[in-house]
């Protein structure tokens, strides 16, 4: 049995389940090794820096159904190029440099240490765990499978499902419903204090920021505590905080 009532918990993906900053990093040492061989070993960091700031929000977009994934990915890359002094990108080039990223950045993916931990937890508990993500459910999927959590961890809402994704209340509204769970008694986590927590709390669901050490983006992205605690979300650094966050008191705001 769960406290208070709740029955389920809604997990993001990427920096949340799975160590999608790492992923990221193996992809842009590779591209720039390929791409930018100008560029010394040790400010491979910086590119990796600028490429998930996304400072012109061209995924958020994307995200919002204003333009479609190629675009969004072949605007950041020439964005990510022209900043390192490396080649405009045209259509043919973008497809090479597509290929190269996408066999790096999957080769590279792995489940954080805590998450098979909390949401075994989770489920031993009775709790129904599931998936929403501002990408595409199919890719999703397989990531997930690769990372060993595909048979746990179903694959729910993605931005292809409604058209859209976070913050936008009805994906959190619309996981809950396939999880089978009530938005009031449901806890949604995610690495992104916006478009995760914030928006899930707004959405009815208990919105949880996962602050892990050392990940922030930085840039345009929201990632202050005190904004977190004004919005009455739930702050923990590890998901094995998870299950002792679904016992605690429903109006408390965890710190773990």
Request: charge should be negative; charged fraction near 25%; hydrophobic fraction near 45%.
């Amino acid at each position: 049995m769960t406290g208070y009532g709740i029955e389920g918990v809604l997990f993001d993906v990427d920096d949340t389940l799975v160590d999608t900053r790492g992923a990221f990093a193996s992809a842009m040492s590779v591209l720039a090794g390929v791409y930018l061989p100008h560029l010394p070993p040790e400010r491979h960091g910086d590119v990796l820096a600028v490429w998930r700031r996304d400072v012109g929000g061209h995924y958020r977009a994307y995200t919002r159904g204003e333009v479609d994934f190629r675009t969004q990915r072949m605007t950041r890359a020439n964005e990510l190029h022209a900043q390192f002094a490396g080649p405009v990108l045209d259509d043919a080039a973008f497809d090479a440099w597509d290929g190269v990223f996408e066999s790096a950045f999957a080769a590279a993916w792995r489940a954080f240490d805590d998450a098979p931990r909390a949401v075994d937890a989770l489920l031993a508990d009775g709790v129904r765990v599931g998936a929403l993500s501002n990408a595409a459910v199919e890719y999703q999927v397989r990531k997930l499978a690769t990372v060993g959590l595909g048979d746990r961890v179903p694959m729910l809402v993605g931005v292809d499902t409604l058209g859209v994704g976070k913050p936008a209340p009805e994906v959190f509204v619309e996981a809950c419903r396939r999880l089978g769970t009530d938005p009031g008694r449901t806890l949604y986590v995610g690495d992104e204090l916006d478009i995760d927590a914030t928006a899930a709390r707004r959405a009815g669901l208990r919105g949880v920021w996962l602050d892990r050490p050392g990940t922030r983006r930085g840039g345009v992205h929201l990632e202050d505590p005190a904004a977190a605690a004004e919005a009455g979300v739930d702050v923990v650094t590890t998901l094995d905080a998870l299950p002792g966050l679904v016992a605690a008191r429903p109006d408390g705001v965890l710190r773990a």
